[in-house]
């Protein structure tokens, strides 16, 4: 941005094509890096540094080991942190895996196809008959109860009572 002033072209105009607001812009550029910001990237490095020594310690004595290299903080304080970065004991648990991350797909996904952004997208397509098959159960009440299994195409492939 200090670039971009420099060579002539307007504050304003940068933060407007940049999807930016100047107000923010100009309480940043007065005060780039906050004193909280600081300490907590001090805290952390020590967290880091006591982690890096003795991966076996949990952040209890992680936050011990930081507060004797002379960056106290808060029990808790040390849990955010070690938890934000993936900082675990070796002997624990780890991360929760509670629907954050999807696993590997169950089955071989034959419609999956991965695009230019690096994103799995779904392409229901086929160029013919008996290459991809998608389901649809459908019950005819009227005719007896009788179920039918229609593929892609509509086709009719089985037919049950």
Request: hydrophobic share 40%.
């Amino acid at each position: 941005m200090r670039e971009l002033a420099a060579d002539g072209i307007p504050v304003a105009v940068t933060c407007r094509v940049l999807k930016l607001s100047r107000q923010p812009y100009y309480r940043w550029l007065a005060n780039p890096i906050t004193d909280a910001e600081i300490t907590e990237a001090y805290r952390a490095n020590a967290l880091f540094d006591a982690h890096r020594d003795d991966p076996e310690f949990g952040y209890r004595y992680l936050a011990d080991e930081a507060t004797a290299a002379g960056q106290p903080m808060a029990v808790r304080t040390a849990w955010r942190l070690c938890s934000d970065n993936s900082w675990y004991s070796v002997f624990g648990k780890g991360p929760g895996k509670n629907g954050k991350r999807p696993g590997p797909p169950v089955h071989d996904d034959l419609c999956a196809v991965t695009d230019e952004h690096g994103r799995t997208r779904h392409e229901f397509r086929a160029e013919a008959p008996n290459q991809l098959w998608l389901t649809d159960i459908v019950r005819h009440e009227a005719l007896l109860n009788r179920v039918e299994v229609r593929d892609h195409h509509r086709l009719a492939v089985a037919a049950a009572r």
